[in-house]
């Protein structure tokens, strides 16, 4: 029972394509992230959606676009790839009212050659 | 936006010895939660702890909010302690969850 779980674990692309990252959340939750990890550790959130609308958007390039079709998921769109993009991605959820958890999935490691 | 300071940056232990990670931030805080990475990369939620302290079997953590940090002790650590422990917050004039840059700890068997 994965309380957040994401797909694909793994991407691996060429620059200039697109791709999408899925994530889902069985914890009744009604809030959902993105939030990026560079190569030395640092996360930083993208997005945040509560109950499918957007509240954060951080300084992101229009290429990322999130989609969330109800409130226990969370997908992330990425156009046009660049080498900049590699990172690992995860998403996250956690009540809106901000005294709850935040839970992570298990990441996904996008690497852009 | 308030910041968020962890020490020390990286740490190495002894199977079996103690250590305390410290967490600074600049302003009032409303959340505060320590998380551990593992050397897979997942991200396990520690602590939600915006005061006082909290217990969970060889870890704890305390935060002092009126003077702006928290703590996480770690005892009798073990290898499976190994990995990257952030600390963020939710407070001042952000919207968001900031995290530190995190503390990177070892432990050798």
């Known amino acids: 029972d994965t309380a957040v779980s994401q797909t694909p674990k793994y991407l691996v692309t060429q620059m200039g394509n697109d791709k999408s990252i899925k994530c889902e959340q069985n914890?009744?939750?009604?809030?959902m992230y993105w939030y990026k990890q560079d190569s030395k550790k640092f996360l930083k959130i993208m997005f945040s959606?509560?109950?499918?609308?957007?509240?954060i958007n951080e300084t992101v390039p229009n290429r990322f676009s999130p989609k969330s079709p109800d409130k226990a998921h969370l997908n992330l769109h990425i156009n046009s790839l660049e080498l900049g993009d590699s990172a690992v991605y995860f998403c996250?959820?956690?009540?809106?009212?901000?005294?709850?958890?935040?839970?992570f999935g298990s990441g996904t490691q996008l690497s852009v050659l | 936006g308030i910041q968020v300071e962890q020490s020390p940056p990286d740490l190495i232990l002894q199977e079996g010895a103690n250590s305390t990670l410290r967490c600074n931030f600049s302003?009032?805080?409303?959340?505060l939660q320590w998380f551990h990475q593992n050397p897979w990369g997942q991200l396990i939620n520690l602590f939600y702890?915006?005061?006082g302290t909290k217990q969970n079997g060889r870890l704890s953590a305390t935060t002092v909010a009126t003077e702006r940090y928290s703590l996480l002790y770690i005892s009798s650590s073990q290898t499976t302690d190994s990995g990257v422990y952030f600390c963020a917050v939710h407070g001042g004039a952000n919207s968001k969850l900031t995290f530190g840059k995190g503390i990177t700890l070892s432990v050798r068997p």
């Open positions: 702890i915006p005061s």
């Open positions: 996250a959820s956690s009540q809106l009212d901000r005294s709850e958890k935040l839970f």
């Open positions: 302003d009032s805080v409303n959340n």
């Open positions: 959606y509560n109950n499918k609308e957007l509240i």
């Open positions: 914890l009744g939750h009604d809030t």
